[in-house]
């Protein structure tokens, strides 16, 4: 099969595509003949060898992956060969007390797709059964690849553990992102008034057509003297950021944070943080359980994946190059089958 191959920790030359071996598929797995695959800032970083976890080279990057079944193993149950599914990518044990507790993103053994095991920059790839969903019958597949990620994290976010509620006021960066464009989706979904930043006016404009109340150009305002303060503040940006994000709360609100774009060395005054009673909540990716609820949403019209621009598999260098540019509103995409779109 055809895959694109991280050979080396750097830049956009390390990924080249090759010639390789068909995964062979055990007893609880599916190999799913991969349609499209999403990218997220997550395969810059692990191309970059940024992270304190690698994965062993050469790898396949690629977390968020739709495909149709191809083969399945002797012990599974739910899927056959022609099935159009959905990958999530959340890998765990299965067996330890978060994930039974229904927190499989806290396993001790808990990885991404893409991350340490191998992704969907393939032709082909091989998951547990568990990790397969039905593909939502309103989306095509080049759509349907790009929401698993960015969707498990934004309903973590604003759903499990800031509690949203309606007629709170919520403010995230980068509303033009993905996650961005679906922590727009969820947070008006709850009732939520939202506020947010881009970098341009035309990502502003789109902002608010997804359904922000308000954006503004964080390359050149100051956001509080525009729209005081919040009850809850989304940072997936980090140490540019968290300052910025702490002021912007009222007494008693909740900063979220879950990225670290920019770095994730801050500095905390924990005396501002008790005077006004500010949580801190912490995300990961989601749990597993959530992804059948997102996959209803996303099935009824409630919440859509966002794209922006699609590229052939074999122009991985060029999609890595774009999606660092900023210049995308939504998602970026490599269809790996252009006859199924």
Request: include cysteine; charged fraction near 25%.
């Amino acid at each position: 099969m055809r895959a694109i191959l991280l050979e080396g920790f750097g830049g956009v030359e390390n990924l080249n595509l090759r010639e390789v071996e068909e995964p062979k598929v055990g007893c609880d797995e599916v190999l799913v003949r991969v349609k499209a695959v999403a990218l997220n800032h997550l395969d810059l970083w692990v191309r970059k060898g940024a992270l304190k976890v690698k994965p062993k080279l050469p790898h396949i990057l690629g977390s968020d992956v739709s495909g149709v079944v191809e083969e399945v193993g002797s012990c599974v149950k739910n899927f056959k060969r022609g099935d159009e599914v959905v990958i999530n990518p959340n890998i765990s044990c299965g067996f330890c007390k978060f994930c039974l507790e229904g927190r499989d993103n806290l396993c001790k053994g808990y990885d991404i797709l893409g991350l340490r095991t191998k992704g969907g920059y393939a032709e082909l790839l091989k998951v547990k059964e568990k990790n397969l969903m039905p593909k939502p019958k309103n989306l095509n597949f080049i759509e349907a690849c790009a929401y698993p990620l960015t969707f498990l994290t934004a309903y973590n976010a604003l759903v499990l553990k800031a509690k949203v509620r309606p007629n709170e006021r919520v403010f995230f960066w980068g509303g033009s992102s993905g996650v961005g464009t679906a922590l727009i989706q969820f947070a008006k979904l709850l009732g939520a008034k939202v506020f947010t930043s881009a970098g341009s006016e035309e990502k502003i404009k789109r902002c608010k057509e997804l359904g922000a109340e308000e954006a503004f150009n964080h390359y050149e305002y100051d956001f509080k003297e525009l729209f005081g303060s919040f009850d809850v503040v989304v940072d997936f940006v980090g140490s540019k950021t968290f300052e910025k994000s702490l002021k912007l709360l009222r007494k008693g609100g909740r900063l979220v944070f879950l990225g670290t774009t920019t770095g994730g060395e801050v500095s905390l005054n924990l005396r501002e943080l008790f005077t006004r009673e500010i949580s801190l909540l912490g995300v990961y990716m989601g749990p597993s359980s959530s992804f059948v609820k997102i996959n209803e949403l996303v099935e009824e019209g409630k919440v859509k994946p966002i794209i922006d621009r699609v590229f052939d598999l074999e122009e991985a260098r060029e999609a890595h190059l774009y999606l660092e540019s900023s210049k995308h509103f939504g998602k970026v995409v490599l269809s790996v089958d252009s006859s199924h779109p």
